[in-house]
Every structure is written in C-alpha cells, then in structure tokens.
C-alpha cells in the first residue's frame, strides 16, 4: 500500500467506507465514532444486565468515590438540575443501590451514600466496562490507552472553563 493510499484509507469511515476528508480533523465527529463503540459496550455490559443507564451509573461510581456526597454536587457535576437528580437518586434509592441522609449541620442538605447493593453493583459495573473498554482498545498500546483517556480527561475539565 502507498502513502497515498493508506493516507486516503485513513479517511474513510469505519464501517460503510464513506470518505470523511472534511470530517477527519474534527473532534466531535471522531468522539462520535468513537461513542459507537463505547455506546455498544456500556449497553452490554451495564444497561442490558443492569437495566440502568449512563446518568445512573455514573451517579453510583461518583457516590462510591465521594463517600456522603450531597445531592447538590452530584447535581453539579453532572451539570443537571437539582430536581433532575432527584428523579435519579429516587430512582436508585427504589432499587436499594442509595440511600439519602439529611445533614445534621444543615437539614436542606442530602447526603448520598451506597448501599452494599449499590456497592456491589457499581463494583460489578466497573470491572465488566474496564475489561470491554480494554478489548475495544486491543488497537493501541496501552501507553496510548493511557494518554487516550488523559486528554479526553482533560477535555473534559475544560467543560469548567466554558
């Protein structure tokens, strides 16, 4: 294969072999593509077995990680609404992955923690997307792996700044 021809086969879709010239550069459209992929393994390994969606999971993983976490900062995180989240901390809590507590130094403040349910469950989500996501990336070496989701970790910090 030439130059020329391997430059021409990189800008090509990856499923269908529709040239994207134009769409290569643009990062929102490689993020795209790319969310084709990570879409399918969230759905097989969290949403169809789990019946939860992305906002759900990752209010879990997020609980687990801030221990007593308020509503407010999941709301903020997540760059919803607080009545939002409440419909999704409801929703958790009636499946007994959460549990909310009213501060005691402020009782307009929830604090949300896990349930050894939703311990479980976050513990079982994360390790079956950490080994799909690994399977996925066989492509890259796992420096690349590693620099892969630092800058998208750093474009995401740039959301703040926006």
Known sequence: MTRKTAAVAAERTPVGRLAEPGLHDIMGY????????????????????EGMGKVEFTILALVQ?????????LAQALAVTPPNIAMWLDKLEQRGWVART????????QHVSLTAEGTATVNRC??????????????????????LVELLHKLACARSRS
Do not use: Y
């Open 30 to 49: 490689q993020l795209a593509q790319a969310s084709v992929v990570t879409n399918a393994i969230f759905r097989r390994c969290v949403a169809e077995p």
């Open 65 to 73: 990680a801030n221990p007593e976490v308020s509503a407010r900062q």
């Open 102 to 109: 009213r501060s005691t130094r402020d009782a307009r403040v």
């Open 126 to 147: 994360v390790q079956a997307l950490h080994a799909a996501e690994h399977e996925a990336m066989a492509t890259l070496s796992t420096a690349e792996q590693a620099m």
